[in-house]
């Protein structure tokens, strides 16, 4: 082999070598690209996922509250309803009474 033969051959294993690191370049170009891409996919997916059930929890802390809510309506009604019959019990006999006092 003659010194032309030789530089031949490093030229040739210089290019391979370059183009074996553009692509290996390009390789991990790409795999970190896909990687940036599946890390935001899944941290949208989380997000979601967490939206979804914060969603869920205000609604059955609605639901909670109002079952409460009416609870208490429904005591306060029934309190004032208890309180109209027993004024209207009492009526009679305070208008009886006013009357009597007139009449004596």
């Given amino acids: 082999m003659g010194k032309e033969d030789i530089l031949k ?7 391979n ?27 949208q997916e989380q997000q979601e996922k967490i939206n979804v059930n914060s969603r869920s929890m205000i609604s059955d802390a609605k639901s909670t509250a109002q079952t409460e809510a009416d609870k208490v309506t429904k005591q306060g009604d029934d309190e004032i309803l208890k309180i109209t019959e027993k004024g209207t019990k009492q009526r009679k006999k305070a208008v009886d009474s006013v009357i009597d006092s007139f009449m004596k």
């Fill in 9 to 15: 051959a490093i030229k040739n294993a210089e290019e």
């Fill in 17 to 43: 070598a370059a183009k074996t690191l553009a692509e290996a370049e390009a390789k991990a170009s790409a795999i970190l690209s896909d990687a940036r891409v599946k890390a935001t996919e899944l941290i």
